[in-house]
């Protein structure tokens, strides 16, 4: 039986407790995974299960981590992201719908050098506890799903072959009730 609550409340991710990475296929045989180091999640929820739930999601393209200083420098040049002109990565939610216990669809704008595709990512809940440590409440999610690089014009020059159009998105946070 869901719950419902007075008002919506607000929650942001905890950043030593969320992960935003990316995995891309490298000349068909491998996989480069890298991360977003600086991003904030911020949730608003009416429902105790987090099934009416608005996302809004920002990450700074400058701080793009792949562990290869050389090719992290490549990929926030104009070759791909372009960060001095396109610095920021943003997903609001639009609707959200629920597949089986605990698992939705979030299906909502995703906006990647200044070109906004509406995409479907899987949001696993995983559960809410009252945090020891913060005395927080504590919620915890997994977010998943893939995007095609070239449908925001990143790395138009490189080919599949050499760089996978898919990147698979994958998110770990815990957000906390503000």
Not at 148 to 158: L, M, P, T, Y
Request: aromatic fraction near 8%; charge should be positive.
């Amino acid at each position: 039986m869901t719950s419902l609550c007075a008002t919506a409340q607000t929650w942001k991710s905890d950043p030593e407790h969320s992960r935003l990475g990316f995995k891309i296929k490298h000349m068909l045989i491998s996989e480069v995974n890298g991360i977003f180091k600086d991003f904030e999640i911020k949730v608003s929820a009416r429902k105790l299960d987090f099934s009416d739930a608005v996302v809004d999601l920002r990450a700074k393209i400058g701080s793009i981590d792949t562990e290869v200083e050389a090719r992290d420098n490549h990929l926030k040049g104009k070759d791909f992201f372009d960060v001095e002109n396109y610095p920021t990565i943003q997903f609001k939610s639009k609707s959200i719908s629920k597949r089986v216990k605990n698992v939705y669809s979030v299906t909502g704008m995703l906006t990647m050098h200044n070109i906004t595709r509406n995409v479907t990512l899987t949001m696993v809940y995983n559960g809410t506890i009252n945090n020891a440590v913060t005395k927080k409440r504590t919620a915890g999610f997994q977010v998943t799903g893939a995007i095609s690089r070239s449908d925001f014009q990143i790395g138009n020059k490189f080919p599949d072959k050499l760089i996978g159009d898919k990147v698979s998105i994958i998110v770990d946070t815990e957000l906390q009730l503000q």
